[in-house]
C-alpha cells in the first residue's frame, strides 16, 4: 500500500531534550515536507526537500533540523526542544519534484514538550 | 499564491449530494484550484484538482465556474466517512516550494 509513516505518532519529552521524528514513504516520490499544524495557524511548513540531500527553509524551520540521505527517508530533528514546538507535525511527499502536484500526508505526530 | 474563502461550516444528510463552495476571485490564469480534506484525527487527504474544465474522480467532482472566480466541490452521495474539514487552495505551478497554504476550510457535518 503506497503512504508515508511517521514515528512516533505521539511523544512526550522534555525541554532541551534531543528527539527525532522519522518519516518514510514508500512511492519513490521526489518531494518531501514537514509541516506543524496549531489551531487558528493551519498547517506551515518548517522545511522540505526536492530531492536526495537537497533541502531548504520552509515558512518556520528556526528550532528544527532536517536531513535527506536517502529518497524514501526525511527525519525531522529538534535538538532542543522547547515547549512552543508543542504541536501536530506532518511529514508529506509528492511525485513531482517541486511538490506542486498531489501531496500525500502521514498520520500526524502529536508532540508535547513540557 | 492567492486567497480563496469558504464557508466556515455546512452539514448535509447521509446520501445526498453535497456542495462545497469557494471564492477566488484573485486567481491569475496559471492558478490551479486543489481540494484537500482532513478527516478527525487524520492527516489531510487530496480530493480533486482542475485549472478550467471540469473534473471527476473516484471521490468527488469539480465544477470551475467559467470565470475561474469561484469553484464547487461536488460529493454525490455524502457518506459518514466524509465528514471532515474540507480545504480549497490554489496552487501556483510556476516554481514554488511546493508549501500548501490552507485555510480555515469548511468543516462539514453529515447526519445520519
Known amino acids: 500500500e503506497a503512504q508515508v509513516t511517521q514515528n512516533p505518532r505521539y511523544l512526550i519529552t522534555v525541554t532541551g531534550k534531543k528527539l527525532t521524528v522519522t518519516c518514510s514513504q514508500n512511492?519513490?516520490?521526489?518531494?518531501m515536507s514537514w509541516y506543524r499544524q496549531d489551531p487558528g495557524l493551519g498547517l506551515r511548513q518548517i522545511y522540505y526537500?526536492?530531492?536526495?540531500?537537497?533541502?531548504d527553509k520552509g515558512d518556520v524551520p528556526e528550532g528544527y533540523k532536517v536531513s535527506r540521505k536517502e529518497k524514501r527517508n526525511f527525519p525531522l530533528i529538534l535538538e532542543s526542544p522547547s515547549p512552543n514546538q508543542t504541536s501536530l507535525y506532518f511529514c508529506?511527499?509528492?511525485?513531482?519534484?517541486?511538490?506542486?502536484?498531489?501531496?500525500?500526508f502521514g498520520p500526524g505526530t502529536r508532540l508535547t514538550v513540557t | 499564491d492567492a486567497k480563496t474563502t469558504q464557508p466556515n461550516s455546512m452539514e448535509s444528510n447521509e446520501e445526498e449530494p453535497v456542495h462545497l463552495p469557494c471564492n477566488h476571485s484573485?486567481?491569475?490564469?496559471?492558478?490551479?484550484i486543489h481540494w484537500y480534506r482532513q478527516l478527525p484525527s487524520q492527516g489531510p487527504e487530496y480530493v480533486i484538482h482542475g485549472l478550467t474544465s471540469n473534473v471527476n474522480n473516484r471521490m468527488a467532482s469539480l465544477a470551475i465556474a467559467e470565470d475561474r472566480k469561484s469553484s464547487t466541490l461536488i460529493l454525490h452521495r455524502a457518506t459518514l466517512r466524509d465528514a471532515a474539514v474540507y480545504y480549497c487552495i490554489l496552487r501556483n505551478y510556476g516554481g514554488s516550494q511546493g508549501n500548501l497554504i490552507f485555510g480555515k476550510g469548511t468543516k462539514l457535518s453529515v447526519k445520519p
Open positions: 508529506a511527499s509528492s511525485l513531482s519534484t517541486s511538490g506542486v502536484g498531489e501531496q500525500y
Open positions: 484573485t486567481i491569475s490564469g496559471t492558478d490551479y
Open positions: 526537500s526536492m530531492n536526495v540531500e537537497v533541502t
Open positions: 512511492m519513490n516520490h521526489e518531494y
